[in-house]
């Protein structure tokens, strides 16, 4: 399985961006996606993960801003962040996660919000 991930990027305070993550190889029709970012000097944290069927789970720190979707035809996950804040900054990472369980991970896309 390899997850290609894009759309990072440099942003004001305040802007969006949308990241997407594209699995292919071997996928399972049971599978959850999700993103994870890590800060300098911090560990990974998941930021939101998806169900096939749909159910979402967010980090507190980005419910209400962020909102993940995906498009179970494409094997793609999406991320829309709106209100960026600057402890947003990190690099994030898109995940797969299927029934062994086997994880995978994308290469990761650096997202940096200015102040």
């Known amino acids: 399985v390899q997850l290609q991930a894009s759309g990072g990027g440099l942003v004001q305070a305040g802007g969006s961006l949308r990241l997407s993550c594209a699995a292919s190889?071997?996928?399972?029709?049971?599978?959850?996606m999700g993103w994870y970012r890590q800060a300098p000097g911090k560990q990974r944290e998941l930021v939101a993960m998806?169900?096939?069927?749909?159910?979402?789970t967010y980090a507190d720190s980005v419910k209400g801003r962020f909102t993940i979707s995906r498009n179970n035809d494409k094997n793609t996950v999406y991320l829309q962040m709106n209100s960026l804040k600057t402890e947003d900054t990190g690099v994030y990472y898109c995940?797969?996660?299927?029934?062994?369980?086997?994880?995978?991970w994308g290469q990761g896309t650096q997202v940096t919000v200015s102040s």
């Open positions: 995940n797969i996660i299927q029934p062994g369980p086997e994880h995978y």
């Open positions: 998806i169900t096939r069927g749909g159910t979402t």
């Open positions: 190889g071997s996928i399972s029709s049971i599978n959850v």
